[in-house]
């Protein structure tokens, strides 16, 4: 069960990438497209304020697939001179600091939201875009980083329960680890 949990969650989180990836080079086509007309005296406008909130939508939703992918950075400095153990003690605290964080910042992103829909904010610029509608998105996309994060502890917390820090360390454990004796 937890392994079917762990792989469709990165499944999930796979799919999501991709999207991501077509987003964005659709906005990077966009935005080549409109450069290219400025040299021309014309512009389809808005091609900044559309790529900021692109780049905010993509940098919340791809921070879940970085951390099924082991991506994220960590620091390292006793963990590797522990035994199994000790290892897998430092990878539940660290996902469990990642997760904890994390919801903070989801908790404290809808305020944000919120107040952009009951005052109907709009931005300040020629598009005057509805600031709910990239707010939305950027604040999902925290949500779910907040939820795959979880659903990490809570399986890696199950896999140390049974004893089984090899697939625990494949979790959560930092993506790649180079062993230096000193």
């Known amino acids: 069960m ?22 964005l ?66 990878d539940l605290f660290a996902i469990t600091v990642l997760a904890a964080t994390v919801s903070v910042i989801a908790f404290h992103a809808w305020p944000v939201l919120e107040k952009s829909i009951v005052s109907s904010s709009r931005a300040n610029t020629p598009l005057e875009t509805p600031l709910w509608i990239p707010q939305v998105v950027w604040f999902s996309g925290w949500v779910w980083f907040a939820i795959s994060a979880c659903v990490l502890v809570a399986l890696t917390c199950a896999l140390l329960l049974r004893r089984d820090l090899a697939k625990a360390e494949s979790l959560v454990g930092p993506g790649t680890e180079v062993e230096t004796e000193r």
């Open 2 to 23: 937890i392994d079917g949990i762990a792989t469709a969650l990165r499944r999930i989180n796979k799919m999501i990438a991709l999207v991501l990836g077509m987003v």
């Open 25 to 90: 080079l659709i906005t990077a086509g966009f935005v080549i497209v409109d450069i290219t007309l400025r040299q021309f005296a014309r512009s389809l406008g808005g091609s900044d304020e559309i790529s900021g909130y692109v780049m905010a939508g993509v940098a919340s939703w791809g921070l879940s697939y970085a951390l099924t992918e082991l991506a994220h950075v960590r620091i390292d400095l006793i963990r590797h001179k522990l035994h199994a153990g000790g290892k897998a003690l430092m």
